[in-house]
């Protein structure tokens, strides 16, 4: 039997129109552009405004555009998987919601948390699928409305999050395209580092958990940036070494957006030139589930069938990994 690999073949993104500038966010916090721009590289970040607005409807509108680019009938799609921290609610699953907001009909879908790496964990579940033959069309769609989780008085976390969407068709391929490999790790010591404190089965919600404001992103941003440097680095590094690939095999990598330092202190032990390295950080923040995929979209006319791409990922949990593909079709 021919052996199936699960190829990228269309990409689609989706950012709300508000642009929440460091100029504006100075009025509302003590910080100024100079700091968030040296010790982050964020200058703005998109916000989904709107009464209702959640993370399916940006979901929604990347999943659309991404049907209409690859001609797919939405009746076609086999599986979705919704990579997100933020779901419209506790459950049904988002991407149930998406699913039916786009007419996908014949599909099962179900969504996927790993935090910051949740795309990736996503990529990796829908790349099985298509490998196993079973699965034709699978979506992947990271979408993620931070803004809903973000303390807006926190100097220290608000600065780093913005909202957007981004979603990836994936299909079976014989031609030697596609996923080849994925290294994942996680560490459970890191959830006291990074989570939302109140909310989920161990601490509902209260008028208590509230008035402390345990509904928002904690984190101990020094823990976090010292383990996404060093593990991000790590299974970046290693995922060369096993396939034996120098820095000059690589067209690009695509990191998590999180902080610009740590997109640096990797892209550098990777031996990589900042030229090879997608950056969009600037323009939108940290969109967790988005990162990677609307990283892929803004350079999707850059891309050539062949290109050895690494994806990498740190998030909370903690989770992290690296997947290297080959890039499955010239720009169209
Ligand atoms: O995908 C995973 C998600 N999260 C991450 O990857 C985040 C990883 N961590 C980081 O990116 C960084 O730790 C931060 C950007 C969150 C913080 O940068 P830092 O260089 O680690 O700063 P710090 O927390 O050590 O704070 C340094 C100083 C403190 O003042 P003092 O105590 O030295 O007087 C902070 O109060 O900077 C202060 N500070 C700010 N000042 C101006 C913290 N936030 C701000 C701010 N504006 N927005």
């Given amino acids: ?66 049907l209409a680019k690859t001609n797919t009938n939405p009746e076609d799609v086999d599986l979705v998987i919704c990579a997100t921290v933020t779901p419209d609610m506790m459950f049904p699953a988002t991407a149930n919601i998406i699913s039916d907001k786009c007419g996908i009909t014949n599909a099962f879908s179900f969504d996927m948390n790993a935090a910051c790496s949740s795309f990736l964990y996503a990529l990796t579940t829908a790349q099985k699928f298509v490998e196993s033959g079973t699965h034709k069309k699978v979506i992947v769609v990271g979408t993620d409305k931070m803004s809903a989780i973000t303390d807006y008085t926190d100097r220290a976390v608000c600065p780093l999050f913005g909202d957007a969407a981004a979603a990836i068709m994936l299909e079976p391929t014989t031609e030697e395209v596609g996923i080849v490999d994925s290294i994942f790790r996680t560490n459970g010591t890191g959830r006291h580092h990074l989570y939302m404190k109140a909310g989920g089965s161990q601490r509902p919600a209260t008028h208590e958990t509230v008035d402390n404001k345990e509904h928002y992103i904690y984190q101990d941003g020094q823990t976090v940036f010292k383990w996404a440097v060093s593990k991000m680095a790590d299974v970046s590094v290693e995922m060369m070494e096993k396939h034996n690939l120098k820095a000059e095999d690589l067209s690009w990598l695509v990191p998590h957006q999180a902080n ?57 949990g903690f989770t992290w990994g690296s997947t290297y593909l080959k890039w499955a079709y010239d720009p169209k």
């Fill in 1 to 66: 039997m021919t052996e199936l690999r699960a190829a990228i073949t269309g990409v689609a993104g989706y950012a709300p129109d508000y642009i929440l500038n460091n100029e504006e966010l100075s009025r509302m916090v003590d910080t100024t552009d100079e700091w968030i721009m040296t010790r982050i590289g964020i200058r703005e970040r998109h916000i989904l405004k709107g009464e209702g607005l959640a993370s399916s409807d940006m979901g929604t509108e990347a999943v659309k555009l991404l």
């Fill in 260 to 316: 610009m330092r740590i997109i640096d202190a990797v892209a550098n032990r990777m031996g990589l030139a900042k030229e090879k390295v997608m950056i969009n950080i600037e323009r939108y923040g940290n969109t967790t589930s988005a990162t990677i995929p609307l990283c892929l979209w803004e350079w999707e006319s850059k891309l050539h069938k062949g290109d050895n791409i690494i994806l990498a990922a740190f998030g909370g």
